[in-house]
């Protein structure tokens, strides 16, 4: 497979939160504001690509009737040291998020690499799969947890000195002053709703895309049949 | 004697029935209810109708612009305003304006025309935006007035228009100075602080079965809901079985803890029990489609209804309970399938 190839897939075509729906349970628990997504989305990246270059390189390794289990414990060994990591350097975002971080481990998209290209393929290539497919999830993770935040509290990146420090005071954005709040929006059925909305808006883009370069193709070929 | 009638030949053609006048008879059945509703707790109703048969308007027209659909037929087919009216009909007669908006968004926009507009919902539009509301803006949707009989300040027009608009009580009123319990609050809140329900029902917002006012809208709103089952406009089966059930499980309740637990009659005349069973479990798009179906739809409904009036968070679970019943209708629907004449079943 191209290196474009596999970007394309995991960042769009094959986008695990958007396309594929797998890791819907951290998707919807803790993308109430954006930063939680980019914290979370980051994390299951490093993951993801810590754990394809592992398996990649054990795939020769392995006896095909114990690769499961071996996955498991190689992801495993994996989230709990982005864990601890996390503990280390951003305690305050890593007692917001709580659970969900060791929950990474039972995040399908991780397994699913594994299986269906880490395993299969050299580590370069399996690399830039983690990171291409880590990077679509972490982008509908903020997607979804930017728009409930905007709607249910009016504010952008708020909290957003969790993961960036003093730096992050600058990012926070009110931009709706004196919002009474959505509280639809932060609650379960919110989460709900938001991705249904998110999955339809990437289905019309990608619909209004096929239409485009249909109208570009018949454009062409009518001028091909008078020329010959 | 026996009388003729001038009868033709067959075929007898029935008289066509069409979405407009089923919605305009709909609509004409509830007039009575909001009369009597504007009679006992002002002229806010009649404003949050307005509000919320405008945004409707607007939103559906919108969505039809969007899907390219023809304007005329389906604005004028009055499905859009009955969704509004029985939106507005659960609100509070003074909740700010913004409420009516949002309502009739998730309503329309996304209950109705994300799911194929008219005839494809699987929820009951009404309930989905007035339960997104409730939900989201709690303090504005539990500033239920008193009865004017009983109210220390009756607003005026002005001043009803006044507090819509602006969200505020008018003259530095706080909502608490002018805001009350209901009565299912109220019995609500005195069975949670270990008091008998005989002895709630000596305050003042109690009629002789439900809440005072709220039992006379409920009259209102059953006769109309009486006429539409005489025109058939709905069937018999999910009125009968939501308020049959509601009444055998409350008797049921009422005779083994009278102390905790409203007589039966309590519960069929307060909250939106009437209107539900009439008006929008009734709802033959999101509801069942066969007699037997609905035979269990309408009890259901009634089941989980009084479920949350007893063990839930919320006063009233009409809504909960439509909603929840309409994601079950389609199972329902395949497991009472009318046997097909001559063949077994």
């Not at chain 2, 994300?114 to 494809?120: A, E, Y």
């Not at chain 2, 509801?287 to 037997?292: E, I, K, L, Q, Y």
């Amino acid at each position: 497979m191209k290196p474009r190839q596999i970007v394309i897939d995991g960042l769009w075509r094959q986008n695990t939160g958007l396309v594929i729906l797998l890791g819907l349970c951290p998707l919807l628990a803790v993308t109430g504001t954006a930063i939680n997504g980019i914290g979370l989305g980051l994390a299951t990246t490093l993951t993801l690509v810590c754990s394809n270059v592992a398996v990649s390189l054990s795939r020769c390794l392995l006896r095909p009737e114990i690769r499961i289990p071996a996955y498991v414990l190689i992801i495993a060994s994996v989230v709990t040291t982005i864990q601890l990591l996390m503990q280390a350097w951003f305690h305050d975002l890593y007692r917001v998020l709580g659970i969900f971080i060791p929950l990474i481990v039972t995040n399908c998209a991780i397994i699913g690499r594994a299986e269906a290209f880490a395993s299969r393929n050299p580590p370069l290539p399996s690399a830039l799969d983690g990171l291409a497919t880590g990077l679509g999830f972490c982008l509908a993770l903020v997607a979804l947890g930017a728009f409930r935040e905007v709607v249910g509290h009016g504010t952008l990146f708020s909290q957003a000195q969790l993961l960036f420090g003093d730096f992050g005071e600058l990012l926070q954005l009110t931009l709706i002053p004196d919002y009474p709040g959505f509280l639809l929006a932060m609650l379960p059925p919110g989460a709900f709703i938001a991705l249904g909305l998110l999955m339809a808006a990437r289905n019309w883009l990608n619909s209004k895309a096929a239409q485009l370069s249909r109208a570009d193709r018949s454009a062409v070929q009518p001028a091909v049949e008078r020329t010959a | 004697m026996i009388r003729h009638f001038d009868t033709g030949g067959a075929p007898h053609f029935p008289p066509q029935t069409t979405v407009r006048s089923v919605m305009l008879q709909v609509i004409y059945a509830l007039l009575p209810g909001v009369i009597a509703h504007a009679w006992f707790f002002g002229p806010g109703i009649v404003v949050q109708i307005l509000l919320a048969c405008g945004f409707a308007l607007l939103f559906e027209a919108s969505c039809l612009a969007i899907r390219r659909k023809p304007l005329k037929l389906f604005l004028g087919d009055f499905s859009a305003p009955l969704t509004a009216l029985l939106f507005a009909l659960c609100l509070p007669p003074l909740a700010p304006w913004w409420i009516a908006l949002v309502g009739m968004f998730f309503a329309i926009v996304i209950a109705k025309h994300l799911f194929g507009g008219l005839g494809h919902n699987l929820f009951n539009p009404a309930m989905v935006g007035y339960v997104v509301v409730l939900i989201s803006f709690p303090q504005f949707m539990t500033a239920w007035l008193p009865p004017l009989e009983l109210a220390s300040w009756a607003p005026t027009l002005g001043q009803v228009l006044s507090t819509i608009a602006t969200g505020h009580p008018p003259g530095g009123l706080a909502w608490d100075a002018i805001t009350g319990a209901t009565p299912l609050d109220t019995i609500r809140s005195s069975v949670a602080t270990g008091k008998m329900v005989s002895e709630a029902r000596q305050a003042p917002i109690f009629g002789d079965f439900g809440g005072l006012g709220w039992e006379w809208i409920a009259n209102w709103y059953a006769l109309g809901g009486l006429w539409l089952l005489w025109r058939r406009i709905i069937s018999w089966q999910i009125p009968v079985t939501m308020i049959g059930s509601v009444v055998l499980l409350g008797l049921a309740a009422y005779l083994a803890d009278p102390g905790s637990n409203p007589a039966p009659l309590q519960h069929v005349f307060s909250g939106a029990l009437v209107l539900g069973a009439f008006y929008i479990a009734t709802d033959p798009v999101s509801g069942c489609a066969s007699p037997r179906g609905r035979l269990i739809f309408g009890a259901g409904v009634g089941i989980i209804t009084l479920a949350i009036r007893r063990w839930g968070a919320y006063p009233d679970g009409v809504a909960f309970a439509v909603l929840l019943m309409n994601m079950m209708a389609p199972l329902i629907d395949r497991y009472t399938r009318p046997r097909i004449f001559g063949q077994p079943a």
